[in-house]
Nanobody, 116 residues
Framework: QVQLVESGGGLVQPGGSLRLSCAAS????????LGWYRQAPGKQRELVAH???????DYVDSVKGRFTISRDNDRNTVYLQMNDVNPEDTAIYFC??????????WGQGTQVTVSS
């Protein structure tokens, strides 16, 4: 089983930036496509960004041009750079493979709150 630990969230003003990190407890094969998900209050969890082994990334329309996903295979870590955030980005952010595989345990997530 691979444990995932997210960090880097917090309170940020609209237009601000945050950088989220997700570390895997064990060795994560680079073959896995990794993703960042978020779950806002009263809503289902959604995939907002994913990155392939080769570094190709894709994003949900609502974050395109503002968020950037990256990965460091040597450190078993995936990042999400969030720029120009707005209140609609408020959610708990999780990382996992895309699609989620049963041997990867969801972490606690990291709370991002965008508010003035």
């Amino acid at each position: 089983q691979v444990q995932l630990v997210e960090s880097g969230g917090g309170l940020v003003q609209p237009g601000g930036s945050l950088r989220l990190s997700c570390a895997a407890s064990g060795r994560v094969s680079p073959v896995y496509r990794l993703g960042w998900y978020r779950q806002a209050p009263g809503k289902q969890r959604e995939l907002v960004a994913h990155i392939t082994t080769g570094g190709s990334a894709d994003y949900v329309d609502s974050v395109k041009g503002r968020f950037t996903i990256s990965r460091d295979n040597d450190r078993n870590t995936v990042y999400l750079q969030m720029n120009d955030v707005n209140p609609e980005d408020t959610a708990i952010y999780f990382c996992n493979t895309n699609p989620p595989y049963p041997n990867f345990n969801w972490g606690q997530g990291t709370q991002v709150t965008v508010s003035s």
